[in-house]
T-cell receptor, first 113, second 118 residues
Framework: DQQVKQNSPSLSVQEGRISILNCDYT??????FLWYKKYPAEGPTFLIS?????DKNEDGRFTVFLNKSAKHLSLHIVPSQPGDSAVYFC????????????FGKGTHLIIQP | GAGVSQTPSNKVTEKGKYVELRCDPI?????LYWYRQSLGQGPEFLIY????????DSGLPNDRFFAVRPEGSVSTLKIQRTERGDSAVYLC????????????????FGQGTRLTVV
């Protein structure tokens, strides 16, 4: 049973517009959430994280929103740029640290010129 | 080097053979993790080291998989009697510290070793 779900395998967005990537989770013990970005033939790169005590965290063009009651989080990228084209993984931890992360299957974001 | 280094980058082996995958973490990082990513899936947690000891090996799929980190730096993931289902990208990551409330110490991943069992 998948505890972290990214239901959109791919998403296409026009350059300059907002990209919204969604993630749902089922384990109510998760208390720390992260987004990773992955280019082909490279390892995942940390993007942004959020603790369950917050509902929003912002870093430049990237904002993560957390809705604990709905067990849902989303990553907003605005404005979208061609270099944002990559696979984005949502990950969660029940221990508040970086160990033992549970990942979703990823969403392939394609930024159209 | 500045980042996590994994060798080899690609490994093709025959079913039933033994393989070793190496990970050089970022210097000074005490926590080290192994993940496995199968085609179309996200990374799947295998094992976590804090220093020389395995703090959590609950993700190892069976006793054919074993990992060591004898000096608290380089780690080796060992797979015995490989099966075709072991084919995946094996990712290593390290962080400055880990375990419990390690907030803010995100894991840095290597580029992975692509293992193909034929």
């Amino acid at each position: 049973d998948q505890q972290v779900k990214q239901n959109s395998p791919s998403l296409s967005v026009q350059e300059g517009r907002i990209s919204i990537l969604n993630c749902d989770y089922t384990n109510s013990m998760f208390d720390y959430f992260l987004w990773y970005k992955k280019y082909p033939a490279e390892g995942p790169t940390f993007l942004i994280s959020i603790s369950s005590i917050k509902d929003k965290n912002e870093d430049g063009r990237f904002t993560v929103f957390l809705n604990k009651s709905a067990k849902h989080l989303s990553l907003h990228i605005v404005p979208s740029q061609p270099g944002d084209s990559a696979v984005y993984f949502c990950a969660a931890s029940a221990r508040g640290g970086a160990d033992g992360l549970t990942f979703g299957k990823g969403t392939h974001l394609i930024i159209q010129p | 080097g500045a980042g996590v280094s994994q060798t080899p980058s690609n490994k093709v082996t025959e079913k039933g053979k033994y393989v070793e995958l190496r990970c050089d973490p970022i210097s000074g990082h005490t926590a080290l993790y192994w993940y496995r990513q199968s085609l179309g899936q996200g990374p799947e947690f295998l094992i976590y080291f804090q220093g020389t000891g395995a703090a959590d090996d609950s993700g190892l799929p069976n006793d054919r998989f074993f990992a060591v980190r004898p000096e608290g730096s380089v780690s080796t993931l060992k797979i015995q009697r490989t099966e075709r289902g072991d084919s995946a990208v094996y990712l290593c990551a390290s962080s400055l510290m880990g375990g419990g409330r390690g907030r803010g110490t995100e894991a840095f991943f290597g580029q992975g070793t692509r293992l193909t069992v034929v």
